[in-house]
């Protein structure tokens, strides 16, 4: 049986739902929550309400986009974790309640997970099995991908995320929320060769991406004293800089995990997965060492819930369901 399912994101600062019909995506509505803005960063309790606001508007939307009603559904799915607590408990009570209302299963599904297997939305799609390099606000891991539920994390970030590095970098220079889509746009136009910053190189295939905080702010202090203007001059090259240093961190340990498994079809996902610099730079890579490379669709890389629908269509073939007692779990690990 092809499945239809309505699958709902609420990990962070994103309401979503989606319908996935066959395998194929028929609605995927996101409501970003622009109530962080004038805090500079997501506000868990404010994020947690503005899901409360928005699951029902979203839901119905996706509904009337894919053109059926509740009772052409066979399951619901939502994000069971990784996220912040009280924004997953809005998305994982409603699916229940939706669920256990209209007799039909639930399903539980892991934003890291999901991410990944966004890849399986359109075409061309990867082959098994493949590295996905997995870059968001809260995650940096490469994971290798053995089949649509079967992963394995061979490295992670052994303290903040890049993308959360993309975001702090961004608010040292005075950039507004969220930063790691402005310092994209102003590094396009910078010469990432001016300046250097760190290029950890942890052991393994690990990443640390806390150390950069540290040499910005030298960096500033050491630069504005004589100029206080500085930064404002030199703001595309600074942001070109840094975001080269990241993505070369990055991909440092790709290439490593690449050669050491032998695998040549790569993948990136996750919110930072829409950065140009990264793009373009996985794209050359992929030319240098014959990588097949596979990089998901803008409205694919930052929160959605196509993604947790594809994934949901996986977990209802193979039978993956949950129960009554379902309940969020912010530090949910990627299972085997
Ligand atoms: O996957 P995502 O939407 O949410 C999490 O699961 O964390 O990722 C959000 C992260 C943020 O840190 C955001 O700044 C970053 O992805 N991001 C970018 C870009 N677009 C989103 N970072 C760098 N360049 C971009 N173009
Ligand atoms: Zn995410």
Not at 43 to 62: G, T
Not at 201 to 208: E, K, T, V
Request: proline share 6%.
């Amino acid at each position: 049986m092809m499945p239809t399912i309505l699958a709902i994101e609420s990990s962070c600062d994103d309401t979503s739902a989606a319908v996935i019909k066959d395998g194929k995506i028929c609605a995927n509505i996101v409501a970003t929550q622009a109530v962080h803005e004038k805090y500079g960063g997501v506000v868990p309790e404010l994020a947690s309400r503005a899901h409360e606001q928005n699951i029902i508007p979203v839901v119905s939307q996706a509904l009337l986009t894919a053109n059926i009603t509740k009772s052409d559904l066979n399951a619901v799915a939502f994000t069971r974790g990784p996220g912040l607590l009280g924004a997953l408990l809005v998305g994982c009570s409603f699916a229940k309640s939706l669920a256990l209302g209209l007799h039909i299963p639930l399903i539980e599904v892991n934003h890291m997970q999901a991410h990944i297997l966004a890849h399986f939305i359109d075409d061309p799609k990867p082959t098994f099995p493949f590295l996905c390099l997995t870059v968001s606000g809260g995650h940096t891991q490469i994971v290798l991908v053995k089949d649509y539920l079967q992963m394995e994390i061979l490295g992670q970030t052994s303290d903040d995320a890049v993308g959360e590095a993309f975001d702090k970098s961004a608010k040292l220079l005075g950039l507004p929320y969220p930063g790691g889509p402005m310092l994209d746009k102003l590094a396009q136009t910078g010469n990432p060769d001016k300046y250097s910053f760190p290029i950890v190189n942890m052991p393994g295939y690990d990443f640390s991406f806390s150390g950069i905080k540290t040499a910005i702010l030298n960096f500033i202090k050491n630069n504005t004293t004589q100029n206080p203007d500085f930064i404002s001059q030199n703001l595309p090259d600074i942001c070109a800089s840094i975001q080269q240093a990241l993505i070369l961190t990055l991909m440092k340990k790709l290439v490593l995990a690449a050669q050491e498994t032998n695998i040549k079809e790569i993948a990136i996902a996750g919110g930072v997965s829409a950065n140009s610099g990264l793009r373009r730079t996985i794209q050359e890579y992929a030319k240098i060492y014959s990588w097949n490379t596979y990089i998901p669709a803008f409205e694919y890389c930052t929160d959605n819930a196509a993604m947790v629908a594809i994934n949901a269509h996986y977990k209802f073939l193979a039978g993956e369901f949950s129960n009554q007692y379902a309940s969020p779990d912010p530090r949910l690990k990627m299972s085997f």
